[in-house]
């Protein structure tokens, strides 16, 4: 019913910058939520940020300030903007959404395939 494809990932030096994006498609009444979460090796997956519609933001304490998430609702995508990336950030970035449908008042959670975000020292 929803779909969420992810783009932007790849490799970048210590210090650069990518943006992702996530797209949502398919058949819904709303999207409250849209963010990041990202999960690396060996470790469990983590919030990243995220978005609500009404424009309130979350983020983890280790990209304040670096990373910037962002929607454009008349689209139904999610933009990260990450800047000055360190080797921590490498891992598998996922997106998310928290979607109604049509007549309803109970939320799914979608998930991406993920793109890979490989940073290198």
């Known amino acids: 019913q929803v779909q969420l494809v992810e783009s932007g990932g790849g490799l970048v030096q210590a210090g650069g910058s990518l943006r992702l994006s996530c797209v949502a498609s398919g058949r819904f009444f709303s999207i409250s939520v849209m963010g990041w979460y990202r999960q690396a090796p060996g470790k469990e997956r983590e919030l990243v940020a995220t978005l609500t519609i009404a424009g309130v933001t979350n983020y983890a304490d280790s990209v304040k300030g670096r990373f910037t998430v962002s929607r454009d609702n008349a689209k139904n995508t999610v933009y990260l903007q990450m800047n000055s990336l360190e080797p921590e950030d490498t891992a598998v970035y996922y997106c998310?959404?928290?979607?109604?449908?049509?007549?309803?008042?109970?939320?799914?959670?979608?998930w991406g395939q993920g793109t890979q975000v490989t940073v290198s020292s």
């Open positions: 998310n959404a928290h979607v109604y449908a049509y007549g309803s008042q109970f939320v799914t959670h979608y």
